[in-house]
């Protein structure tokens, strides 16, 4: 199994000078679960006996982006990997990350405190994998189940509940009986749990290909009901739930996930910044939300049109012609790609004339109407009413009796 990735192959030296110096190291959590999963892995997590110090007198070029929690980055050959120290987390004291990491020599101690038996795994540089907590099995029979005892462990750290749904939905898995009991035990503690965090857990739910499953039990364990804006939503959560795209059950991306929940909430473009403010969400994701959610309800009710295209851009329609399979609505990619070919411009920057040389031909000091008739002219231009020249337009908008020169 290692042999056959890049990633662990290349992360193998790291363990063997780490054993060289008198240390135990080994691949730990998701990318042993995802190699056994034959899924692709994105990253090597590695965990070793060793001290951060100690690592540090190992590597000559290291960086300290986690000390405090045993986390060291070793450069080498311009690849980075972490390599982090066995440890326990103690002292759980606001349902939140541990106040206190301590390190320990004991990979079992380690495994121990992971969340679920899937992501407890370790494997040793031969490919060898130590199962403590009856992982591989729980993997075989797709199953997320908390190491130890559920109560604890989300009593401990609240996150790990919106973690488990993400999981059943990113492996298509289902949750095991008393992991989700204590998840509808305990969801209120979920409102001690950073937005920003509970977000990143939530976007995993979405994208994932159990999504219908994960997004069930999200309801079923009344999770929804301690994120932002969504405790009044029970019905129209179970709808969205429910949609799905006979081709690919996936959703393309986080814009377009973030617009079919709001479409499916029936939440207009203006509700759409205080809704993913309130979810923490960029600005740039914001305003990429509020296009499409424009876009797509205008496309439920009619044809994609030149000017809709040009407005939402086309990477954004593209996304919002897929959604359209997801509410049974058919998509028109052939007329996407006949527009995209006809438009006459694809940008502001594209045309010909601009504010100066409106100001020089009218001889009209910048005004109102400046704006006006350039957003006037976009339109035109883009409707092919005129022609993106400049001689052109300027007799157009004298023509048009527009403006008086
Ligand atoms: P992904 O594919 O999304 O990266 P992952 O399993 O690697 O999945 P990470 O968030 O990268 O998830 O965490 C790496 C490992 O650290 C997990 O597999 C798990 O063993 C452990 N872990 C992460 N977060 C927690 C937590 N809140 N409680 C307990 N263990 C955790
Ligand atoms: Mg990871």
């Known amino acids: 199994m290692i042999h056959d990735n890049l990633l662990f192959t290349k992360a193998l030296p790291i363990i063997t ?3 060289k110096a008198g240390y135990e190291a080994y691949f730990v959590g998701g990318c042993v679960r995802d190699a056994l999963l034959n899924k692709e892995i994105n990253d090597v997590d590695l965990a070793t006996s060793a001290f951060p110090a100690e690592i540090k007198a190992i590597f000559s070029k290291t960086i300290d982006v986690g000390i405090e929690h045993g986390t060291v980055m070793v450069l080498r050959n311009d690849e980075t990997y972490e390599v982090t120290t066995f440890r326990t987390e103690s002292t759980y004291q606001d349902f939140r990350r541990p106040d206190q990491v301590v390190f320990v020599r004991s990979l079992k101690e380690d495994l121990k405190r992971r969340d679920f038996t899937v992501n407890a795994l370790a494997m040793t540089e031969d490919g060898e994998i130590i199962d403590y907590f009856d992982g591989v099995n729980d993997l075989t029979n797709g199953l997320i189940k908390a190491v130890g005892s559920p109560k604890e462990r989300f009593f401990e750290d609240a996150l790990r509940m919106m973690r488990g749904v993400r999981f059943v939905s990113q492996l298509d898995f289902n949750m095991d009986s008393e992991t989700k009991k204590a998840i509808f035990l305990h969801r209120a503690l979920l409102a001690k749990i950073a937005v920003e965090r509970i977000q990143v857990e939530f976007m995993k739910l979405l994208l994932g290909e159990g999504r219908q499953k994960g997004l069930n039990l999200f309801i079923e364990s009344a999770l929804y009901s301690y994120c932002p804006g969504l405790a009044e939503y029970q019905k129209e959560l179970l709808y969205f739930a429910s949609l799905k795209n006979d081709q690919n059950h996936k959703l393309p991306s986080p814009v377009a996930a973030w617009t079919l929940l709001l479409f499916t909430l029936e939440k207009h473009e203006e509700d759409v910044d205080s809704f993913l403010r309130a979810w923490k969400c960029s600005k740039k994701m914001i305003q990429q939300v509020k296009i499409a959610l424009k876009a ?3 496309r439920v009710k009619q044809p994609l049109d030149p000017l809709l295209l040009y407005q939402s851009g086309y990477a954004i329609i593209l996304e919002v ?5 997801f509410l049974d609505k058919p998509a028109d990619l052939t007329r996407l790609e006949e527009l ?12 010909t004339v601009s504010g100066f040389d409106l100001v020089a031909y009218f001889n009209k000091s910048p ?18 009413d005129v ?16 403006i008086k020169k």
């Open 17 to 19: 000078e780490i054993k």
């Open 296 to 298: 797509l309800t205008l």
């Open 321 to 325: 012609e897929e959604l359209l399979l």
């Open 340 to 351: 995209l070919n006809q438009l006459p411009i694809k940008d502001k920057k594209e045309m």
């Open 367 to 384: 005004g109102k109407w400046l704006g006006e008739a350039l957003d006037k002219i976009e339109i035109a231009i883009v409707l092919g």
């Open 387 to 402: 022609a993106n020249e400049k001689e052109v337009i300027l007799s157009w908008l004298s023509e048009a009796n527009e």
